[in-house]
């Protein structure tokens, strides 16, 4: 059921590679740090996700902020996917693949003008509304526009999904969506006006969920609203459940898809609801590594863990530093069986002691290898910064013995050129 994040690792000869592409020869094209994908990783994720929830009629709209590279995206469209997006640029990211706008659902708790007109003007699939300001702005911004805006209402079910504090978003003190009673409101208020359509409903609880049981209570809360809604004359079309679903990355249990799917299928009963789905991390975090070289091994001071410093930093992978989160690493290669085992920290050159990738690995290094930080997939370079004036790294996309850059190194004149006076 989980897919392990050492899964995207294969042999090409004496190498280590992606599906049939030697990382060393990734490395030495392309420099490093270097984000690697595989494209069968990708689909695979997708393909086992579908199957879980193929007795249901489901849809699977990608939670594009986990990676919004377009070489990405365009994938997921190609296996037929919808998109999930919280912000007109990633509205543009999806029109830029040529993705129907009509696929898209628009989450998120700031919606602003400017975004909701864009929405509007391409003709989103389905806002997923927040609170009641926004419902009464989309319908001014709808009426202004003479269109109809189609609405789900964001639920927050107050369950703990038992995730990170950062990555929980179903508790009522989070600052995402509105408490049921709310939620009815506003739908009475949508069915008030031509300028709202009624389409679905949503949640969406956190994210790297490990356990169906949180999912499965708020899709209970959500029905239980679908009822009375219906009872009073409002029939929804949808219900989005959101994304969430955990993976592994070291020993947790992913979520198991398979099981989920099933009791979801129990828990609708006879009802003929589309369900939708917004998966960001699952899909794509073990499909994805990070390439980075060594640049010195430096001795800890006393007893102290050494450290290994490499040319990546929390810049290029910010989730150990924001959320404790553990990376596996793997030596590619240059060392050889004479290097000692050693207790290191792995870290980058960024002027912070919150700069590091790992933390007491025992690893078996030189200061000519080759490391890959696994798993980095989702959440790696889309969050992303130049902090210490360092461009971003280069992504690149393995397909087979295919490898195809999707976004090339930036380089110093990338950054300056936003500061520059025009033409210098
Ligand atoms: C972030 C987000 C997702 C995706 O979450 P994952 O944990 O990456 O699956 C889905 N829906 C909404 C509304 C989100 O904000």
Redo the contacts with the bound molecule.
């Keep these: 059921m989980s897919y392990d994040p050492r899964q995207i690792l294969t042999q090409a000869g004496q190498d280590l590679a992606v599906e049939e592409v030697p990382l060393r020869q990734i490395a030495d094209q392309f420099g490093t740090p270097c984000y690697v994908y595989s494209a069968q990783a990708l689909r695979a994720q997708y393909h086992q996700l579908a199957a879980a929830l193929n007795p249901l009629k489901s849809r699977i709209h990608y939670?594009v902020?986990?990676n919004s590279n377009l070489g990405i995206l365009s994938l997921f469209k190609e296996l037929g996917a919808g998109f999930?997006i919280?912000s007109g640029g990633e509205l543009s990211r999806v029109l830029a693949i040529g993705g129907n706008p009509r696929d898209v659902i628009f989450?998120?708790v700031g919606k602003s003008v400017a975004e909701i007109d864009l929405a509007l003007k391409v003709g989103v699939g389905c806002f997923?509304v927040e609170s009641r300001s926004e419902l009464e702005r989309i319908q001014q911004r709808a009426e202004l526009a003479q269109k109809v805006a189609p609405i789900s209402v964001r639920v927050n079910p107050d369950i703990d999904a038992n995730t990170h504090p950062y990555?929980s978003?179903g508790l009522k003190d989070n600052k995402f969506g509105v408490d049921a009673e709310t939620a009815l409101t506003l739908y009475s208020m949508a069915a008030k006006t031509n300028a709202l359509s009624i389409e679905g409903i949503d949640c969406?609880i956190g994210?790297?969920i490990a356990r169906t049981e949180p999912l499965l209570e708020a899709l209970n809360s959500i029905l239980n609203l679908v009822d009375t809604l219906s009872s009073s004359g409002i029939e929804l079309q949808h219900v989005n459940l959101?994304?969430?679903?955990g993976v592994r990355y070291q020993d947790e249990h992913a979520l198991d898809l398979n099981a989920y799917g099933a009791q979801l299928h129990e828990l609708l009963g006879p009802r003929q609801l589309p369900l939708r789905v917004?998966?960001?991390?699952?899909l794509t975090a073990n499909a994805g590594l990070l390439l980075t070289q060594v640049e010195y091994l430096k001795p800890g001071q006393d007893d102290a863990t050494g450290f290994v410093i490499v040319d990546a930093a929390m810049n290029d992978l910010i989730r150990p530093s924001l959320y404790d989160a553990w990376h596996d690493i793997v030596v590619v290669d240059g060392f050889s069986a004479d290097d000692p085992v050693q207790q290191l920290d792995v870290v980058g050159p960024i002027c912070e002691s919150g700069d590091f990738l790992a933390k007491g690995r025992s690893l078996q290094v030189s200061e000519d290898s080759l490391l890959a930080v696994l798993s980095a997939g989702?959440y790696g370079m889309c969050l992303a910064s130049n902090y210490n004036s360092r461009g971003r790294a280069a992504e690149v996309l393995v397909d087979g013995a295919n490898v195809q850059c999707i976004r090339r190194r930036e380089t110093v004149q990338d950054q300056l050129r936003l500061e520059l006076p025009e033409g210098r």
């Excluded at 917004?278 to 699952?282: A, L, M």
């Design positions: 939670s902020k986990a999930d919280v989450s998120g997923n990555i978003t969406h994210s790297q959101g994304g969430g679903f917004e998966p960001g991390r699952s989702a």
